[in-house]
């Protein structure tokens, strides 16, 4: 018995960290969702697909991250109020 505990401790840590891993290293906002943006929608039909953003900044721009994923994603806007058609995806 003395000699499983420190084998399950082990299992349960190293079980842990490749869960972090798995996450940390996840896309910002699934990209079948990206996919799912068209240059000319609105403020509400982009938040319609990706949800409300994490950030949004004075100049407009608005940006998406998820808890303990190392990445963002930056939307851009037209001077209309309309999606230009591209955005920044990046991954640390």
Not at 33 to 60: C, F, H, N
Request: hydrophobic share 40%.
């Amino acid at each position: 018995m003395k000699r499983l505990v420190p084998v399950l401790l082990a299992v349960l840590v190293l079980g842990t960290l490749a869960a972090f891993c798995f996450r940390a290293f996840s896309d910002p906002v699934p990209s079948e969702r990206l996919r799912r943006l068209q240059k000319g929608m609105t403020q509400d039909e982009v938040r319609a697909v990706l949800g409300p953003p994490t950030t949004v900044y004075d100049s407009g721009q608005w940006t998406y991250q998820r808890p303990l994923v190392f990445g963002y994603v930056n939307i851009h806007w037209q001077t209309d109020g309309t999606y230009d058609g591209e955005f920044n995806y990046e991954r640390f």
